[in-house]
Structure formats: structure tokens, C-alpha cells
């Protein structure tokens, strides 16, 4: 690592020099971790501070709780991988109903 550092963070600004999409902008902001010799549960824990810290120290947001979904949870629930969960638009499986 740098320095003799085991762990630091950066915000960086991204340009994505991929193909466009609709539902993709071309500049965004990240949080990039570079941390040695860690599981996954430090890397959740480490960024779910993070964000906390900057929710409450640039907007004045105090999130209690970051929810955590796994990859099979939200392609059950939604059907992708990164769902929109501001509107709660769950799949349902109508497989048991009968046809009319």
C-alpha cells in the first residue's frame, strides 16, 4: 500500500469512456477504497461509514442504517441488479394463479 498505509479512501470524479446508455451519465463521482488484507464484512462496514460520514457532514442527513442486499436477493425482488428502491416496484410471481 502507500506509505505503510494499510487503508485510505479517495472521492474522485469518473468520466465512463464506455459506450453510452440512457440510464448511465458519463461523469459521476465515486468513493474509491484501497484497503490490504480485508473481508468482505470490513469493506461493507468501512463504506458504509463513509457514506454515512459524508451524508451528515454535506447534507445535514443523519442515516441510521444503510440496507444491504445481495446479488440473488435483488434478482429475485426486481429482477436486476442494481434496483431503484424508491418506488418499491417488486416483482410478483403470479405462476400459482389460474388462467380465466
Known amino acids: 500500500m502507500v506509505s505503510g498505509m494499510d487503508r485510505y479512501f479517495q472521492i474522485t470524479r469518473c468520466f465512463r469512456d464506455e459506450d453510452l446508455r440512457q440510464d448511465r451519465q458519463p461523469e459521476f463521482t465515486q468513493i474509491d477504497l484501497e484497503m490490504s488484507?480485508?473481508?468482505?464484512?470490513?469493506?461493507?462496514?468501512?463504506?458504509?461509514?463513509?457514506?454515512?460520514?459524508?451524508?451528515?457532514?454535506?447534507?445535514?442527513?443523519?442515516?441510521?442504517?444503510?440496507?444491504?442486499?445481495?446479488?440473488?436477493?435483488?434478482?429475485?425482488?426486481?429482477?436486476?441488479?442494481?434496483?431503484?428502491?424508491?418506488?418499491?416496484?417488486?416483482?410478483r410471481n403470479l405462476g400459482e394463479l389460474e388462467a380465466v
Open 37 to 91: 488484507f480485508v473481508d468482505r464484512q470490513r469493506v461493507m462496514t468501512l463504506a458504509a461509514g463513509v457514506a454515512q460520514t459524508l451524508f451528515k457532514d454535506v447534507v445535514d442527513l443523519d442515516p441510521t442504517s444503510i440496507p444491504v442486499m445481495s446479488y440473488a436477493q435483488a434478482m429475485e425482488r426486481f429482477g436486476v441488479d442494481a434496483p431503484d428502491l424508491r418506488f418499491g416496484l417488486e416483482l
